[in-house]
């Protein structure tokens, strides 16, 4: 019997007005043009065109236009998809997101980023208290949040720095949790700058301790800068945040975490 292919159903542009309108809104508020949305988003302005007019978008614009926009990733994935589960059961398929996820390897990330199943890192899941020294100023710390998520539509663990003092600085990014080792690595990559971080593997207090590797600006030029991090998983919202100096309550004991990320041999600052 000759195999019929199976129907083509068209997705009805307007049922996706809930999350085109949730977009439109939060540009709005931020007062952003849609090349500076794309550039923000690292796509091309005529994705963001695309995404306006309730064309077709691969999920991964949808989560970065959200989370640059401070939007609820799910529930706008949920109102621009609500078409693709229609339109699929009308054609006898399963809905996006269901079985269809789980049947697809939405369960363990890919090869090249450790291969790590989510309850083999579901103990990674939650909010960090980041520090680090100040570039400008190494006798401050910077300090700010880091949340750790779970990408159900491109498995893996995703990262996303927020409250830091130099907020359009904010990155995003992806885990990578190699076996063999007792390191793991936080990479953001936007237009071919790559950004990379290399901690411990979380410990029993709490802690992730290595180093950044990042880009700064000395006077006319970005230069490469490499200084201690630490990741400190709290519970709690009532860190004091910001650029931290020696007058401040906290800094003792902000201090003492990045100096024992030296002296205790989480990493190592090479000096000719």
């Not at 997705?11 to 952003?32: F, G």
């Amino acid at each position: 019997m000759k195999h019929q292919p199976k129907p083509i159903v068209p997705i009805p542009v307007d049922q996706r007005a809930k999350a085109i309108h949730q977009i439109r809104t939060a540009m709005i508020e931020k007062k952003l043009t849609q090349a500076q949305l794309a550039d923000a988003a690292d796509c091309h302005e005529k994705t963001v065109q695309n995404l306006l007019g309730g064309r077709t978008v691969r999920d991964q614009t949808l989560f970065d236009v959200c989370t640059y926009l401070g939007l609820d990733y799910e529930d706008v994935r949920d109102n621009w998809h609500g078409s693709v589960a229609q339109a699929g059961a009308a054609a006898g398929e399963p809905a996006v997101g269901g079985l269809e996820r789980q049947a697809t390897g939405g369960v363990a990330a890919p090869v090249y980023m450790g291969a790590y199943t989510r309850e083999a890192v579901d103990h990674y899941l939650g909010d960090y208290l980041t520090l680090r020294t100040d570039f400008a100023n190494p006798d401050a710390i910077v300090a700010y949040r880091t949340q750790i998520t779970w990408d159900a539509e491109w498995p893996s663990l995703l990262f996303q720095e927020c409250d830091r003092p130099d907020a359009p600085y904010s990155h995003r990014g992806r885990l990578y949790v190699p076996a063999s080792s007792s390191f793991i690595h936080l990479v953001s990559l936007t237009k071919g700058a790559m950004r990379m971080i290399v901690v411990s593997q979380l410990d029993r207090d709490g802690l992730m301790r290595g180093l950044i590797t990042t880009l700064n600006k000395q006077r006319a030029n970005y230069v490469p800068i490499s200084t201690a991090i630490v990741y400190a998983k709290r519970a709690t919202a009532d860190e004091a945040l910001g650029t931290i100096t020696a007058p401040h309550a906290a800094y003792a004991e902000y201090q003492a975490l990045l100096t024992g990320t030296i002296s205790e041999g989480y990493a190592r600052l090479v000096v000719p």
